[in-house]
């Protein structure tokens, strides 16, 4: 049954919603797989397989997509790509950032009536036919479960010769996107010639490759999560390779054909002289296919020419860009650009090596993607582009001040366009030309910009100019860190993380309806899992396995964090209880059971977990909110405690193991008691963070998680929850307040509680004065940034889009896959909002408008969606009503589904 409801919204573009993120204590009823087996409209329909161990061919997948239709693609399925192999050149050993581009021939009698496939490549592919490019890929794997890209390349063939063109990008080195891997493409070509036959094209040893020395093998890192340090030498390049009538010369060489079976990841070839893996074990390995569509990307062109000016170099400039020596250069900010035209600008020479000139571009939002320009130079010229987040013109010129992030490119004479490899996170671009001896001229500045393909159009509207600058800005940032990967920010780490940045997923599913990203991020992050049985919460991404070699030499002091570990339980319960999709936490479940018993292994003799002295993993909770490790204890335990009997014994019930689940709810109890004796003031009637070693006269400590927690998860003793609230509302000096990213926690714990008012206060004053709210249409990391700095001007702190949703406007589901629901309005002074909640059994459309005095409430249910309305006294309403009334004083009224319901709340 939940099976069929997963088929179905793969096949209507899986629609989807967020809904009740922290679940209170909820019956077995609520928690079951829904008894609705499908969205409204559809019937009877077939189900498709989900991710088993079944290995699939590439004509079994074009069955899938025949019978259940394109987004059949977006399923996991263990792939099989034979007859065509894992490929790579001929060779005994790859260096780091080793550029390698492979090439194949096709004669055609006429143009496919398709021309379909899969493609991979580890770590980086750029595919083009006759030079145009089709798409980049793949998507940040698990080294031992690594995806296949789906592509269409009818609408790049033309009669005659024809170029397939891959250009990869071996790592070598582990990043923020790539663990460890070896280096191999494979490729496999359908064509529909339409005479009733099947041509194919793969990768095999007819292919022709050679290495790109324009990318010079072994080139150094960029900083601990970057891998390429981009350099460019268009001198060398084999211009017109990926083209028809290209002549390869002796540096092109015949493919070798690793020994890897094509339903398995390069990690598995005998490839030798990796630094990162030896050979991984066949028998655990997996390639499969896609299961998120290739992302859009579209040219933002740079809004305009911010400043420019003199470079004066006081030693060789390689000293700056390679070891940051002080004092290397004088900057002169007069102006030294002319303009010859739209969009293009003409530099001076700049000749001999100790002189250079600087373009400073700015672009109207913050944006992920390749940054792209055009010069006209002589030959030898060198061109280092940066790129800088955020940036003040009255503060320094030089923008090379963010985790060393620049690419350098050196001119071939004349016209040369020049595009990043690998993508960037900015608002700010700059060009430094030095070495030319003529005027140069430049154009074409500006990003392909990269974006997740939504399903849905995002609809956040208000008529408070400052709110509505702030619900914008929290779209924006969930296009830069909801793309492949569910990530912190892209200009730093580009890791996946739970914890903190799980809570992203919520605003990509209700705003959009997007629920192929969150399946892929159950997934994904699940599959790095200690042989411990912890998390690396950061996975796919090196982080954690540098951590553990650096902890192991007592060289480090964050660890795998076991706290993203226990949210990850909360991602996956609230990801099933909105959708109702089991299916995709059958791969995450056995591994979630492995981390709680791992958890509860660290169980002291007091009952409480530890949050220090734990070998290789680290408790982190929040780095803004304590001034002591042991102050996280508290939360640390009631978020475990919670975990057990919240969001893992649920989910438990869901899978039928109701003994697993008696078992760690007890589990739960246990530590609540536990911390309740050590942290509990029952004079105060709160938890106090230190309270076990306050001592005679000493300072109290409280911190918004705990308290949050607290008043979440029903864990105050006798329900006094009164002293917490009055915490949470008046944030008093002793109490530690969370950074943005789990700002979340205060607002959820305020709006059970009913002070939905003092959300909408702080999302004025808090968060839409922010910075990067106001200059760069973004979400920053800490609640101050600073401009010319490595600070993270776009991060996924997407409470004011999820809260929104969840909380102001109060929907959520009270049965799993959004069978029933509560719309609990919590608006404040706010006089008006217009929002769609996307759910998998269709829109709610929530409508705010001024009325006679207060406010009219229109509200549009999804068919097939039972709802209840909670409304404050002195509410007006047609629809029916229902007892009792809520605890807290408000009134109850049914919602009729497919049905436009509205009232007047005062």
């Not at 259940?68 to 790579?88: E, S």
């Not at 890209?149 to 170029?163: A, E, H, M, R, Y």
């Not at 400052?466 to 990530?487: M, P, W, Y």
């Not at 982080?543 to 996956?572: S, Y």
Request: hydrophobic content about 35%; overall charge neutral.
């Amino acid at each position: 049954m939940i099976r069929d409801i997963r088929i179905l919204i793969l096949i209507a573009i899986a629609i989807m919603l967020s809904g009740n993120y922290l679940p209170q204590a909820r019956s077995e009823a609520d928690t079951a797989p829904s008894k609705k087996p499908n969205p409204p409209g559809v019937k009877n329909v077939k189900p498709m397989p989900g991710a088993d161990d079944r290995v699939y061919s590439v004509e079994d997948m074009d069955a899938l997509v025949k019978e259940f239709g394109n987004d059949a693609r977006w399923t996991p399925l263990r792939i099989n790509l034979a007859p065509a192999r894992w490929i790579w050149f001929s060779s005994r050993r790859t260096l780091p950032n080793t550029f390698v581009l492979f090439r194949r021939e096709i004669d055609l009698g006429s143009v496919p009536r398709r021309a379909w496939g899969w493609i991979s490549a580890d770590s980086r592919y750029r595919l083009t036919v006759n030079g145009k490019r089709v798409q980049w890929g793949p998507a940040p794997c698990d080294p031992r479960h690594y995806d296949a890209d789906p592509f269409d390349i009818t609408k790049f063939l033309q009669p005659g010769k024809n170029v397939i063109g891959v250009e990869v990008l071996f790592y070598g080195i582990g990043e923020g996107t790539w663990v460890a891997g070896k280096p191999g493409m494979i490729f496999h070509l359908r064509m529909d010639m339409g005479d009733g036959k099947i041509r194919r094209i793969v990768s095999d040893d007819s292919w022709r490759l050679m290495i790109d020395r324009a990318h010079r093998p072994g080139q150094h890192k960029r900083w601990f999560l970057r891998c390429l340090q981009e350099e460019f030498d268009s001198r060398v390049h084999p211009y017109g390779w990926d083209e028809p009538g290209f002549e390869e010369d002796e540096r092109w060489l015949p493919a070798v054909n690793l020994t890897c079976a094509a339903h398995k990841p390069p990690s598995c070839s005998d490839y030798a002289s990796n630094d990162t893996m030896a050979r991984a074990k066949e028998t655990v390995c997996t390639l499969r296919a896609r299961q998120i569509p290739m992302l859009r990307e579209y040219d933002v062109p740079a809004m305009k020419l911010s400043e420019s000016g003199n470079v004066k170099w006081k030693r060789d400039p390689l000293d700056w860009f390679d070891m940051r020596i002080a004092d290397s250069f004088d900057i002169d900010r007069k102006a030294v650009t002319k303009s010859t035209g739209e969009k293009s600008w003409r530099l001076p020479p700049t000749p001999g090596g100790r002189r250079g000139v600087y373009a400073t571009f700015e672009f109207k939002d913050h944006v992920v993607g390749w940054p792209h320009f055009t010069i006209d130079a002589p030959e030898g010229t060198v061109v280092e582009l940066m790129t800088q987040e955020a940036h003040d013109p009255q503060g320094p010129a030089w923008l090379d001040s963010h985790y060393f992030a620049w690419s350098r490119f050196v001119c071939r004479e004349g016209i040369n366009h020049f595009e990043a490899f690998d993508f960037e996170s900015l608002r700010w671009l700059q060009l430094h030309v030095r070495g030319s001896d003529r005027p140069v001229t430049i154009s074409n500045v500006g990003v392909r910009r990269r974006q997740f393909d939504w399903p849905n159009r995002p609809l956040v509207r208000c008529s408070e100019p400052k709110l509505q600058r702030l619900f914008d800005a929290g779209i924006n940032t969930l296009h830069n860190s909801a793309q492949e990967t569910c990530v912190d920010g892209m200009g730093r780490e580009r890791q996946q993380y739970s914890g903190d940045g799980g809570h992203q997923l919520i605003a990509t599913r209700c705003a959009f309806g997007e629920n192929r990203l969150s399946r892929r991020f159950l997934r994904t992050f699940s599959e790095g899992l200690a042989k411990e049985g912890y998390f690396f919460d950061s996975w796919p991404a090196f982080d954690r396995m540098a951590r553990i070699q650096q902890k192991e030499l007592d060289g480090a002091f964050w660890g795998p964090l076991l706290d993203h570990g226990i949210g990850f339980n909360f991602d996956c319960y609230n990801y099933y209880f909105e959708t109702g999709d089991l299916e995709s936490l059958k791969e995450p479940y056995p591994r979630l059971l492995r981390f709680a018993e791992y958890i509860q292994s660290l169980r002291e003799d007091d009952g409480l977990l530890p949050v220090a002295n734990l070998g290789i993993p680290t408790v982190w909770i929040d780095h803004q909110a304590y001034r002591d490790q042991r102050h996280k204890k508290c939360a640390f335990n009631l978020y475990a405690a919670a975990m057990y009997k919240h969001a893992l014994a649920p989910i438990c019930r869901a899978f039928g193991d109701n003994e697993k689940a008696g078992r760690w709810e007890k589990l739960g109890d246990d530590i609540l008691a536990a911390t309740i004796r050590d942290f509990w003031d029952a004079k105060r009637k709160i938890f106090v963070c230190n309270l076990p070693w306050i001592g005679a006269g000493g300072n109290m400590r409280l911190c918004d998680r705990s308290l949050a927690m607290s008043i979440l998860f029903d864990q105050c003793p006798g329900n006094n929850t009164q002293a917490a609230l009055e915490a949470l509302v008046e944030c008093p000096k002793e109490m530690g307040i969370s950074y943005p990213c789990n700002a979340n926690w205060r607002y959820w714990a305020l709006a059970k509680l009913g002070r939905g008012d003092v959300i909408i206060e702080d999302f004025r004053k808090r968060w839409a004065t922010m910075d990067s709210v106001i200059l760069n249409k973004t979400l920053q990391e800490g609640w101050r940034a600073t401009t010319d700095s490595v600070n993270q001007w776009s991060h996924c702190a997407l409470s004011p889009i999820f809260v929104l949703y969840q909380d102001i406007a109060g929907i959520r589901p009270t049965k799993a896959c959004f069978e029933t629901c509560q719309v609990r309005p919590q608006l404040g002074d706010l006089h008006d909002l217009d929002i769609k909640y996307y759910t998998v059994r269709g829109p709610i459309r929530f409508t705010v408008e001024p009325h006679d005095g207060g406010r009219r409430l229109s509200l549009k249910m999804p068919p097939d969606c039972e709802g209840e309305l909670l409304l404050p006294p002195g509410s007006k309403t047609d629809l029916t009503p229902l007892t009792p009334d809520h605890p807290r004083n408000l009134k109850r009224f049914r919602l009729p589904p497919g049905k436009v319901s509205t009232c007047f709340i005062p």
